[in-house]
Nanobody, 124 residues
Framework: VQLQASGGGLVQAGGSLRLSCAAS????????IGWFRQAPGKEREVVAV????????AYADSVKGRFTISRDNAKNTLYLQMNRLNPEDTSVYYCAARIRWTTNWGSASEYNYWGQGTLVTVSS
């Protein structure tokens, strides 16, 4: 299983950015795949997850209405569209995957596979 995240960068507050995660090496329909983030000195936290087959989604309260998670089946790629960014969104963003939906979808420890991080910096 391989996850390759990209798309991070520097953006001003109020701006937008789209992250991508290229996925390979597993049968997608049974998996949930999502985004987590970790700021310096803080624990890794969930941002949003999606069930690849069917498209069921879940979001952290802090990003609801601003971020949208989606996937492109043909390209085996996960996306995170981030709008109205604020400095508190500054973090390293990781994509992660696990098999089967879980009610504990927000816990990083539930995920078996991780990509490398991509840094998002939001300036005020």
């Amino acid at each position: 299983v391989q996850l390759q995240a990209s798309g991070g960068g520097l953006v001003q507050a109020g701006g937008s950015l789209r992250l991508s995660c290229a996925a390979s090496g597993f049968t997608f329909d049974d998996y949930i795949i999502g985004w987590f983030r970790q700021a310096p000195g803080k624990e890794r936290e969930v941002v949003a997850v999606i069930r690849w087959g069917g498209g069921r989604t879940a979001y952290a309260d802090s990003v609801k209405g601003r971020f949208t998670i989606s996937r492109d089946n043909a390209k085996n790629t996960l996306y995170l569209q981030m709008n109205r960014l604020n400095p508190e969104d500054t973090s390293v963003y990781y994509c992660a995957a696990r098999i089967r939906w879980t009610t504990n979808w927000g816990s990083a420890s539930e995920y078996n596979y991780w990509g490398q991080g991509t840094l998002v910096t939001v300036s005020s």
